[in-house]
């Protein structure tokens, strides 16, 4: 993609703000802050607008706890279509982390998301949105 410059007026405090921005999150400069800024913007939009999206479900539980095990082997086999791959990893004795790759419209995203995170026995949760082109 063509890179282009433009020039661009701001107020000292927001320049301040956006270099603290910079400095906070470690990019190498404000042109790499900006873009990051409008892809979030991007990626946001299109989950609002239900679009066509990507993103992880990140899980953390406890495998003794009541059926989880099953109960989450079902909601992904009734969801398997937006379902990418599932990383599974035995932190401990007990505890399991997943992580759930999914691709899909984003209402069924979030839907698929929330019956996952709601379930009894997850102790830690999160769905990551990122956009899928
Ligand atoms: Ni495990």
Do not use: P
């Not at 956006?18 to 990019?27: A, G, I």
């Not at 989450?72 to 791959?85: A, G, R």
């Amino acid at each position: 993609m063509a890179i282009k410059r433009f020039g661009v007026s701001i107020d000292e405090e927001v320049l301040s703000t956006l270099d603290r921005y910079v400095r906070e999150n470690n990019f190498s400069n404000r042109s790499q802050a900006i873009r990051s800024l409008v892809e979030q913007y991007i990626v946001e939009n299109k989950w609002q607008k239900n679009e066509i999206v990507a993103g992880a479900i990140v899980i953390l539980y406890d495998h003794h706890k009541s059926d989880i095990i099953i109960r989450l082997n079902e909601i992904q086999h009734d969801y398997h279509e937006m379902i990418l791959s599932t990383q599974h990893f035995h932190l401990d004795h007990d505890t399991c982390l997943e992580i759930i790759a999914v691709k899909g419209r984003a209402k069924l995203l979030q839907e698929l998301a929330d019956l996952i995170l709601s379930r009894k026995g997850i102790i830690h949760g999160k769905l990551v949105m990122s956009k899928a082109e």
